[in-house]
């Protein structure tokens, strides 16, 4: 059994609720839909935040790194040492391409916890 299903079997009635406010079915089903979609960018922004909030210390870390790489490869380039500047602007895209990865990391989060409203779906007619 999929650790998740549990934790998706309790969330299901919160989900499919709003499907069945609406007497009409036409009106049951785009009301739902849209409330569903509401849903899933609340518990995305939710799950990013969270997953913002576990990692601060390491983003924190990233974002210094780039800033004193920055500051850095300024001086070197006003002092014309160009093989410093190159050098450190190597470690200061390094940095920049870690910061990246995690901002990607946290919006696929949101995505994957959309899906997984899906998988409930899936026996549903």
């Known amino acids: 059994m999929n650790s998740l299903t549990p934790f998706l079997l309790a969330l299901d009635p919160w989900l499919i609720a709003p499907f069945r406010w609406p007497d009409a079915a036409m009106a049951g089903y785009l009301f739902g839909v849209a409330i569903l979609a509401l ?3 609340v518990i995305g922004d ?4 969270l997953i913002t909030y576990i990692n601060r ?3 924190g870390t990233i974002s210094e790194k780039m800033e004193r790489n920055r ?5 070197a380039l006003m002092m014309g040492d160009k093989a410093s500047y190159r050098a450190v602007n190597r470690q200061a895209l390094d940095a920049f391409g870690h910061s990246f990865s995690m901002s990607a990391a946290i919006f696929i989060s949101s995505i994957l916890t959309t899906i997984s409203t899906s ?5 549903s007619p």
């Not at 500051?71 to 001086?75: A, P, V």
């Not at 998988?119 to 026996?123: E, L, N, S």
């Open 119 to 123: 998988w409930v779906r899936r026996g």
């Open 71 to 75: 500051k850095l490869s300024e001086t």
């Open 46 to 49: 939710l799950s990013a935040t």
């Open 39 to 41: 849903q899933c960018v």
């Open 57 to 59: 210390r390491y983003l």
